[in-house]
C-alpha cells in the first residue's frame, strides 16, 4: 500500500512480545486475562508501566505473575525510589528546615556521586536508541542505587550532631536534592506523574522538565521543600497476592475500604491563627520570562499592592486572571522563584483535572475569617 502510494517504506519495523501467563497465553475462554485497568487503578499508572518496562525485554515474550508485578514495585519503587525521596525530603526538614542548603565542601565520595548522576542521562538516550527500555531504566536505578549508598556513606543524622560539620552537612543534603532532580528528569518520558511529585516535594514545583538539564548538577538554589506522602506504598505481598487473587476470580474489585487519608501532621489551632488570608485584586498578570509554568501577578489589597508568582500557566491564561478576587495568604515569608521575587500565595484547589481558582465577592484588602 506505501508503495503504491509512492510513499517511502519505513526503515524499521518492531514488533512487541507476548505477555504470556504459566501455562501459556491469556484467553477469555480460560478465563485467565489480567484487567490492565483494575492493576492500575490499584496500583496506580506508572507502577504498572514501570513494571512492564522494567521486567522485560522489548520485542520478547515475558512470563507474567503476580508476584513478580509485586516484588519488583517493593523493591525499585517503594524501597529505592520512594525511600530515596522520603528519607532526603524528611533529613533537609529536619535539618535545614526544609531549604535546600548550597554546597561547600567537597571529598571523593561527592564526586563519584556527581559523576553518575550526570553521566546516566546519554547513557539512557543511548539504550532509548536501541529501543532497550530495561537497560535505560536499569541506568536511572544506578543512580537511585548510588543515591541510597551514599546517604549510607555520609550518615547524615550522625553529622547533624557535631557543629564543626555543618558545612558537610549541607553538602551532603544539597548533592541528595540535586540527584531527585536529576532523576526526575530521567523518568519523566517513562512516570511523568511520579516526576511531577518528586518535583513537587522537592520545591521545583514551578520548574519546567528540561532533558538537558539532567546534565548539569549545580541546578538547586534554595528551594522549600516539603515531604508528602509516600509515592509508593510498600506493599504487603501476600495480601496483595489474595486480594488480587479474589479479584480474579470474582472479576471485579473487591469493596473500597474506609481508608483514612494520608495527611500532613496535625497542627493546633494556635498554628492556624498565625496565617493572615487576605482578599486580593489581581491587576496585572503576565508570564514568567524564564518558567513556561509561572504565572507572575500584580495584585492589591486595599493600600498595598505586591507581586505574587504561582505555577498555574497550565490551567489560565494572563488574561482570564485580570480582575479575579482572590484569597492571598498574605504573610508568607518572601521567597524568589525563577529570579522574580513572589510576596504572598494564592489559594487553588484541584478537581482532579486542573486547578480550580479560589474566588470571593468581598472588598479587596479585608481579611478572610
Known sequence: MLMSLDIPLPKKVLGHGWLLLEGGKMSKSKGNVVDPV?????????????????EYTFGQDGVFTNEVMLKRMNYDLANDLGNLLSRTASMIEKYNGGIVPDAATEDDIDRDLKAIAVGAAPKVEAQMDKFA???????????????NKYIDEKCPWILAKDEAKKAELDTCLHNLAEVLRIVSILIYPFMHTTSDKIRKQMGLWYADVVWEDAMEFEMMYQEQVKKGEAIFPRLDIEKELAELEEMQKAGKEPEEENIPLELKPEIEYDDFDKIDFRVGLIEKAEKHPKADKLLVFQVKMGTERRQIVSGVAEDFSPEEMVGQKVIVVANLKPRKLRGLESKGMLLFAENGKRCEIVTTTAPDGEAVN
Open 133 to 147: 527500555f530495561n537497560m535505560a531504566l536499569e541506568e536511572i536505578w544506578i543512580v537511585i542505587r548510588r543515591a
Open 38 to 54: 483494575k492493576l492500575i487503578e490499584r496500583y496506580g499508572i506508572d507502577a504498572l508501566k514501570y513494571f512492564l518496562l522494567r
